[in-house]
Structures are given as C-alpha cells and as structure tokens.
C-alpha cells in the first residue's frame, strides 16, 4: 500500500532562517506531488505542484520554492523566512487518472518567531 | 470566478442523529468530487467521491449526492458518533493540463457532535 510521510512533525524557527521541509512517498512510482499550506482555520492554499522530476509549477508568487531531486520525493524550502510563512503544510501524492484521489501526509506545523 | 464553497461553517449534531454537509460549486466543467475529513493537527483524510457522471455513491454510514444542475455536493453521515467531530472539506478535480489533476477546496465544514 502506498504511504506518504513528512517531518518534521512541527518546527519553530526565527525569522530570516533557511526552511527545508521533506515528503516522501511510498509505495507507488511517477506521482504527482503537491504542497499546500492552511492557516488556522482556514481552508488549503496549493503552492507547488510536481508532475515529474525536476518539473516543478508555482500557484502563487511567495517566499517558498519546492524542488523534486528524486521520483518519490518532494522538498519545500525558503532561503529567508518570513513570519507570514508560519502555518500548517500539507504534501500530497496522486496518480495520472482524473479519478484518482490526493492522498495527504500528516501534515508539518511550522511557527516562525 | 470559479470556486468551491461551503454554505455552513459550522454544524452542531447530537450524537445518533444524521448530518449533512452541504457545499456549492460553480465550474461545471469539473468532473471529480472528494469529500475529506480533517482532525485537528492532522492531515486531511479521504472520505469518499464521485464523479460527475454519478449522482450519488454510498460508503460506510456516509453518502455523497451530487446535483449538476444547482451545483451541489452534499455529504451525509448517518448515525453520527463523536468520533465523526472534525471539519469537512469538499474539493473539486479539475484538469489542469496534461495529467495533472489539481484539487480547489471549500472553506470547510466544522461538525461537531455533542453526546
């Protein structure tokens, strides 16, 4: 069965600090891979998604930057952190069908001081 | 412009009774509906979907209806339990070129149980 993981669980950094947030996926090959954001409260806000290794699309301008290195493998960064980054980010993994349902990770709580 | 939404922010149900989630789409070219339940610090959980071709689907005590013409997604859940207590998304799978497939979610639906 396919699983998909995240860590960290939670984080908490300072402000001008560099990010890397991790996803992995297992258990299927070729995914496609998305990381959103919610803050508290509120609904889910996509900000990158990935069709392929190396092939990365952005939704909205941001702070962030997402890079995937390897099939099954999803990476959030940001080179400064802002405190408007701190929220709760979620990856997700689905197949090529139209059919085929987003799967979420457990999710990341970042808190930016 | 095109979005997904929720017509209650939040429902209070007595435990045993039934609930009912409703949600409001305006793209009718979208093809694929999920509904997802989120606990509090934790990751939005797969419910159940439909497809557009399909005006209702049964799960295990939950039912989504689909209304294409008034563009409306609803989900029932039978027999609510305490356990149901979370907030409820609806989301809409739209093409976005190729074979990638991106999801835009309502607002979400906080249901909460009383005993």
């Known amino acids: 069965s396919q699983t998909i993981h995240q860590w960290p669980a939670t984080l908490v950094q300072p402000v001008g600090s560099p990010l890397s947030l991790e996803c992995t996926v297992e258990g299927t090959s070729n995914p496609n891979l998305y990381w959103y954001r919610q803050a508290a409260g509120r609904g889910l806000q996509l900000l990158f998604y990935s069709v392929g290794i190396g092939q990365i699309s952005s939704e909205v301008p941001q702070n962030l930057s997402a890079s995937r290195p390897q099939d099954r493998q999803f990476i959030l960064s940001s080179k400064k952190l802002l405190l408007s980054d701190s929220g709760f980010y979620l990856c997700?993994?689905?197949?090529?069908?139209?059919?085929?349902?987003?799967?979420f990770g457990p999710g990341t709580r970042l808190t930016v001081l | 412009g095109e979005s997904v939404g929720l017509h209650l922010p939040t429902l209070s149900v007595q435990e045993g009774d039934n609930s009912i989630i409703n949600c409001a789409y305006s793209n009718s070219a979208s093809d694929y509906f999920i509904w997802y339940k989120q606990e509090s610090g934790k990751g939005p959980q797969f419910i159940i979907d439909i497809r557009s071709n399909m005006d209702k689907r049964q799960g295990q005590r939950v039912t989504v209806l689909l209304n294409k013409t008034v563009k409306h997604l609803s989900l029932q859940i039978a027999a609510t339990q305490p356990g149901d207590s979370a907030v409820y998304f609806c989301a809409e799978n739209r093409n976005s070129g190729g074979s990638n497939y991106k999801l835009t979610f309502g607002k979400g639906t906080l249901l909460t149980v009383n005993p």
């Open positions: 997700a993994w689905t197949g090529k069908a139209s059919s085929d349902t987003q799967y």
